[in-house]
């Protein structure tokens, strides 16, 4: 049985009605050991305000354990830290490593590579943005197919005159059955990765999910007077609304 921890550290946003603060210091988040990284080297300013930004708090413990018991799979969308630039509103705050734990749904972070280095879960604020080399997550408010609003983590995939579209990840973590007896063998406990999609308007407020059925896909997001249009586009393309290349395709002839 493997045991995961999910540090119980939060980064909060308190920030200073100062107006006039000035630098107080200068902190190198590269090192010698990440020289080819695009993200190393990094020099982060730290303001009064910063410093209030990046206070830790913990609750009565420093971290929480998840006895999950996974033989297969695993929590995290990669189980490598990779990088990425943190913003808050369109303020860079700073370059980290993170890892995308979709079980449950949080951002790790670390300032660097060092295994003695403790991460720390990044605040769910809907001004906050994690910038990576494969999008922007963000902890936004969707409504899904069953039309229930859900705040949860999405990822910016494309971006049109028009609209934006977002990927969601989602791992469903299943328990596993020991062996009834010696004829059967027993079922491993695994998690399970799922993908969604959803769209925005950029008139709209909401972030919708996109169906992957065509007939309710053209029902929700195609004029009358293109659905002739559109149906043959699928038809000819072999158009696939749970693969990203497809989708975006799709709403380009849209935009």
């Known amino acids: 049985m493997k045991t995961y921890k999910a540090l119980g550290l939060l980064i909060v946003l308190l920030f200073s009605t100062a107006t006039d603060a000035q630098q107080v210091g200068v902190a190198n988040f590269g090192g010698a050991d990440v020289e080819n990284d695009p993200f190393a080297n990094f020099h982060q300013q730290f303001t009064p305000m910063m410093t209030n930004l990046f206070q830790l708090v913990s609750n009565n413990k420093d971290y929480i354990e998840y006895n999950i018991g996974s033989d297969i799979g ?4 990669s189980d490598t830290f990779l990088p990425g630039k943190i913003y808050y509103k369109d303020e860079h705050l700073g370059n980290y490593y993170y890892r995308f734990n979709a079980y449950n749904g949080e951002i790790e972070l670390k300032a660097t590579l060092l295994d003695e280095e403790k991460e720390k879960a ?22 899904n197919k069953k ?30 059955k020991e062996a009834a007896n010696s004829m059967v063998n027993p079922i ?68």
């Open 122 to 143: 990044l605040v769910q604020d809907a001004l906050v943005k994690l910038v990576t080399e494969n999008g922007t997550l963000q902890y936004l408010s969707v409504k």
């Open 74 to 77: 695993s929590p995290y969308v």
């Open 147 to 176: 039309g229930q609003i859900q705040e949860t983590y999405v990822k910016s995939i494309h971006s049109a005159k028009t609209y934006t579209l977002y990927e969601r990840t989602r791992i469903k973590y299943t328990e596993g």
């Open 188 to 255: 491993p406990s695994r998690f399970t990765t799922y993908k969604e999609y959803y769209h925005k308007g950029k008139t709209s407020k909401l972030i919708v999910e996109v169906p992957v059925q065509k007939g309710k896909f053209i029902k929700a997001f195609v004029p009358q007077e293109k659905s002739n249009e559109v149906k043959k586009f699928i038809k000819e393309n072999e158009i696939d609304l749970e693969k990203t290349n497809d989708l975006i395709s799709l709403f380009s002839i849209l935009d």
